[in-house]
RNA sequence: GGCCCCAUCGUCUAGCGGUUAGGAUCCAUGGUUUUCAUCCAUGUUACCGGAGUUCGAGUCUCCGUGGGGUCACCA
């Protein structure tokens, strides 16, 4: 069982959408089940409407799933877990205060060492438990930490050791009862029985303390556990929001198709992809967990320029003119002839659309444009731009650049573009609307 | 600062003890194109440093250095 895990804080972020993609095509090769959990368990920075957001993305990228759930509803499942591990005395009620511990860890700030749980409540009878809730006291549920060390055989970051002090006794309930990050994904993953576990690096640290918790709840089922290196940005730090490339949305926004941002993310990284283009279900076929480099890559949005090209290359015609209003091969296999100069579809959008929209019978050549618009508006349906230019030539009597160069703009709407004698076959329909 | 991870062209990477250190992307130049581009050809650019092991090290070991992650009643 493969889940994928995301917090309804915030846009979707490429790394999230990596992490995604993974576990959806590690689900496909293993024949395993794929679900989807919405981390929502800290109501205060919880965006309404990110979650259907996200499912709207996994939607575009095609990554089927077999349920959705929100982790808000297991929380009495965490809550009685969390009374079965006081119970059994592995773990403590904890009455120190946010400003208590607040002390400490300036303390330790000071001393240039890392912060640690002091461990004065470790030994408060449990059945005080009771009476602090009759007196309205306050209080936290820790886990104990371990008592040996933690090793991970992560798949693609090797055997990670974690000694007991580094897990920690950390807060498993909050003081208002609900349960933490750590706590909850490890609970739920153990509730649905997920044993492979594929996420950002950022997570490395907490893999002990949630390995920890399944121990102590009785799970023994091994988890496979993998953790992909993080997404760099041009100055080789961590992508964070504020990053515009990060946003799965901003790339939509700018014109990069799924097939393209999937292939880009499932090559990053990657040391053994026998090629540089392919498509999703493609790479279920061949792509290796294991081959993901150890180390973190940088985003490379020319890289993403050059995938996202290709993949609108191998587009067909008519979808691929969909994309700009039309249902027509032909438009399709014009937007192919402008790919020559475009990388994106709103790239792409800047050169079809000019085709489409009144010309601007001014500057230089708007003389030389009036003469053709009126040829063109009184001449019969030429097949060949041979003879369509020709034609124009010889009722206008222009040549050279006094014809080429108002005759494509009176076409095209710019100065520049490809060969007008490859254009010209596949607009010679819409003519009367273009030449005017 | 503690703990953990990483280190080859600008970028993504190949290399798994002996190579003219390869590919892709980007960039530059030339040719083709009555335009810009495409296309084709060509080119610049890399093993973080120092010891050690070895006949021989980008490749193995150690120590530095650099970068990154993480250290919450966030996820």
């Known amino acids: ?23 959806y095509l590690v689900a496909q ?11 929502d368990t ?62 400490h860890r300036e303390k330790a700030k000071e001393q240039k060492i890392a912060y640690r749980y002091s461990g004065q409540c470790m030994d408060v009878d449990k059945k005080e438990l009771a009476l602090l809730k009759e007196n309205g006291i306050p209080f936290v549920v820790r886990i104990k930490k371990p008592s040996t060390q933690i090793i991970n055989h ?37 509730l649905s029985d997920v044993d492979f576990i594929i996420r950002g690096e950022d997570h490395l640290s907490n893999t002990p303390k949630q390995m920890h918790i399944k121990t102590q709840l009785g799970f023994t089922k091994e988890t496979i556990y993998a953790h992909l290196p993080i997404i760099l940005n041009n100055e080789g730090k961590k992508m964070s929001k504020r990053d515009d490339a990060s946003s799965v949305k901003w790339l939509f926004e700018q014109g990069f198709i799924p097939d393209a941002i999937a292939n880009y993310l499932l090559l990053l990284g990657n040391t053994k992809a026998p090629k540089e283009i392919f498509t999703l279900p493609e790479a279920i076929e061949w792509f290796k967990l294991e081959d993901i480099s150890k180390s973190a890559a940088r985003f490379d949005l020319d890289k993403l320029r050059f995938i996202n090209r ?28 402008y790919l020559e100069e475009a990388s994106t579809i709103s790239e792409l959008e ?39 230019k020709s034609y124009i030539m010889e009722k206008s009597g222009l040549k050279g650049k006094y014809f080429f160069k108002p005759l494509r703009l009176l076409l095209t709407g710019a100065e520049h573009g490809p060969e007008l004698s490859e254009i010209y076959p596949l607009i010679k329909s819409y003519l009367l609307e273009i030449a005017s």
Request: charged letters at 30%; aromatic letters at 8%.
């Open 42 to 103: 800290d109501k205060a920075r919880n965006i309404e409407g990110k979650d259907t957001e996200i499912m709207q993305i996994l939607e575009k990228f095609a990554l089927k799933h077999d349920s959705v759930s929100h982790q808000s509803e297991n929380l009495h499942m965490h809550q009685m877990f969390a009374a079965k591990l006081l119970e059994e005395g592995k773990a403590f009620v904890c009455t120190c205060t946010a400003e208590e511990l607040e002390i």
């Open 350 to 388: 800047n050169k079809i659309k000019p085709i489409f929209t009144p010309k601007q019978f001014e500057g230089e050549w708007a003389e030389q444009m009036r003469i053709m618009e009126k040829i063109i508006a009184d001449a019969p349906m030429i097949d060949t731009f041979d003879e369509f």
């Open 310 to 337: 290709e993949h609108l290359k191998m587009m067909k015609d008519k979808a691929l003119s969909s994309l700009f209003g039309f249902a027509d091969e032909n438009i399709g296999k014009l937007a192919k002839i």
């Open 29 to 39: 090769q293993r024949h395993e089940r794929f679900i989807i959990r919405i981390e």
């Open 1 to 23: 069982m493969l889940r994928f895990a995301p917090s309804p804080t915030g846009d979707m972020h490429i790394g999230n959408l990596r992490v995604a993609i993974l576990n």
């Open 154 to 190: 992560d798949l693609i970051k090797g055997d990670i050791v974690t000694s007991p002090n580094e897990v920690d006794s950390f807060v498993i309930l909050r003081t208002d009862g609900t349960s933490t990050y750590n706590f909850a994904c490890a609970c739920d993953d153990m």
